[in-house]
């Protein structure tokens, strides 16, 4: 007999032409049964919960396929510059920041967006006289550029014995005046005031996992690939050891250090069900609103710069080619065209090279393609790991960045599956918001966030409903290999699932977005149940 049956509904198994389901049940943690009422209703018994769901909709639990996880949980707990539309409103957030900590606490996180207020970068003397005893790095949303106040700056050594020079696949911006650090530092140079910030401790780690778990499950996440550090994955496995690991979770770490991973899978395995490791992730590139993304041609509206590749070229080819024939997990982040192109292409030569085998290489955000890249991501079984949510926030500006012509094949969604591309979606919390809703309502609608796109930005790259949620339940499976048990609703498969507070299917598109998750359920247990409806 069942342990817990939802019955009254929609249940959408993500099963390719299944038939229609209205109960599902549960046992010991897996599906038991899906099907109609009656069906249902044969594993029912004295101890089974029943829970009416009053025709809403069940759905496999999201998978968020990129997240930077727990440092989204230390965040919760940071200064929140998110939607600060102007460089008052900045200020004063830091500022009162600042005065609710003790003198000498480092103020990081922030999130903060240029574009809410024109466009114009931060300077360190907006915040240099609300700061004077708080190091201050905050770093723009998309984790590409951050800005340093003085004391930071100093802290760091920068400029301390002449000019500090660029490192590669890294800027440091000078005022134009007096040539010293303006306060922001983009890509690698980041590392410049990052390397004096002290590393949170274990009970700070483990405090910001479960923060970052209740945030992620009240919005119906089960699953998590985590782009992280050894850091995140010790945490993980710290909570997992306790019991206390609520979620499944892919933990992913640098690929610099691929031969550690080697020896540490060779020693401990690859984890299990809840959490596993064997991925490795690495950048080609930075981003579009910190103009760092590489690209074919110049920025539009700063053409002195096409962009750059963030790691040496010889080591991460190096990198990719030595991991992959460890027979692990290569995922590796590229945003502009030529960076894009150029990832495809390693792949195509190790892939050569190393001979066949399931390795599931993915491109991380895969956001500005050439024409002549969309089919070359099925063609190599290369797996698209993008973003909607992004497409909603950078269609904002995005074409004054790179122009109308290079827009056409931003975030191309709906050319990518009909090239038989896999796509796996995500949130890149905290560059965007976790929550998979908003990432529904962006992949169907296009609409940008500031409501000034109603018939969608690029609307021609639209997908469905139903290709959206394959998109953050199998394809998510498929893109962390944990396809045989996760990211559909099917007997025998672990009962992760949410309810959402309506049939999505019945909902107006436009409406999706006001839909929430009425309960969360990871492995049979109820993890989150929203209250009074």
């Known amino acids: 007999m069942a342990d817990l049956v ?51 909709s069940v759905l496999p639990g999201f998978i968020d396929a990129h997240t930077h996880f727990i440092d989204g949980g230390l965040k919760l707990a940071s200064v929140d510059l998110r939607d600060a539309a102007g460089p008052a409103e900045f200020a004063r957030r830091i ?23 024109g466009g114009e970068l931060p300077r360190r003397e907006w915040i240099d006289s609300l700061t004077r005893e708080h190091p201050v790095f905050v770093n723009r949303l998309d984790g590409h550029m951050s800005l340093a106040n003085t004391a930071a700056i100093r802290a760091a050594g920068i400029d301390r014995d002449g000019p500090t020079p660029d490192p590669p696949g890294g800027t440091i911006v000078r005022d134009p005046r007096t040539g010293a650090a303006a306060g922001v530092f983009k890509d690698e140079a980041m590392g410049l005031v990052g390397a004096v910030i002290p590393d949170p401790t274990e009970p700070e780690l483990d405090r910001a996992l479960q923060a970052a778990a209740r945030h992620a499950l009240e919005r119906g996440v089960t699953q998590v690939h985590d782009m992280a550090g050894w850091s995140s994955l010790s945490a993980y496995r710290r909570a997992h050891a306790r019991g206390q690991l609520p979620l499944r979770v892919y933990s992913v770490v640098p690929m610099a250090t691929w031969k550690r991973l080697r020896d540490f899978v060779a020693e401990n395995g690859r984890g299990d069900q809840r959490l596993w490791w064997g991925g490795l992730k690495a950048f080609v590139d930075g981003s579009l609103g910190s103009t760092t993304a590489w690209f074919y041609e110049p920025y539009a509206d700063e053409p002195e710069t096409s962009g750059f590749m963030t790691t040496d070229s010889v ?145 021609e790259e639209r997908i469905t409903l139903e290709e959206t949620l394959s998109a953050y339940t199998s394809g998510g499976a498929r893109a962390g290999f944990s396809e045989d048990r996760t990211g559909a609703l099917a007997p025998g498969m672990l009962a992760d699932l949410v309810i959402m507070s309506d049939d999505v299917f019945s909902v107006d598109a436009n409406k999706l977005v006001d839909t929430r998750v009425d309960m969360t359920v990871v492995e049979g247990e109820i993890v989150f149940e929203r209250g009074e409806r």
Do not use: C
């Open 6 to 56: 939802l019955t009254g509904g929609s249940v959408w198994t993500g099963i390719p032409n299944a038939a229609k389901a209205s109960a599902l049940a549960i046992k010991d943690g897996r599906v038991l049964r899906v099907g109609s009422e009656a069906e249902v209703r044969a594993v029912i018994g004295a101890g089974t919960r029943i829970i009416q769901l009053q025709g809403r």
């Open 315 to 459: 080591e991460l080819r190096s990198w990719i080619a030595s991991a992959d024939a460890a027979g692990l997990h290569v995922i590796v982040h590229a945003i502009g065209d030529a960076a894009n192109d150029w990832l495809l292409n390693v792949y195509r030569d190790v892939a050569k090279a190393n001979g066949p085998r399931d390795r599931r290489f993915r491109i991380e955000h895969a956001q500005h393609l050439t024409p002549a890249a969309i089919s070359r991501f099925a063609e190599q079984n290369v797996i698209a790991s993008m973003q909607p949510y992004h497409a909603a926030d950078d269609g904002r500006w995005a074409q004054k960045r790179i122009g109308p012509e290079r827009i056409r094949t931003t975030y191309a969604f709906r050319s990518l599956l009909d090239q038989g591309a896999t796509l796996a979606f995500g949130s890149d919390w905290t560059v965007a918001p976790i929550d998979p809703v908003l990432g529904i309502d962006a992949a169907v609608t296009r609409r940008t966030i500031d409501g000034a796109t109603p018939g969608g930005w690029i609307p």
């Open 95 to 117: 500022a009162e920041f600042a005065a609710s900590v003790p003198p000498g606490t480092w103020i990081t996180g922030g999130d903060w967006d240029h574009e809410l207020w």
